[in-house]
């Protein structure tokens, strides 16, 4: 006789908020705002299979006033553009 094995339960796809929380925490140097590297490490611990070409992609899309930094003002569209990719 056999062990039962259920299914493996896939993971949800992380909430809004959780990613926000993702990338307000790779602020490594708490100046407010997220540098290339510091997304790059935050795509990279989300999973994404070119975190430095998606943290650059997303800085030309996010970065509404082209200073080079995701800052607070723009964080909402980050994790808008974050969300688009279903990351769990």
Known sequence: MGFYLPKA??????????LKTIFLQ???????????????KAFKLL????????????LSYVDSNSDGVIDLREIEKLVQYAAKFKYK
């Open 9 to 18: 339960v896939a993971p949800e796809e992380l909430t809004y908020e959780q």
């Open 47 to 58: 999973g994404d299979s070119f975190p430095n070409w998606r943290a650059r992609r997303c």
């Open 26 to 40: 790779h602020d490594a140097d708490n100046d407010g705002c997220l540098s290339l590297k510091e997304l790059a």
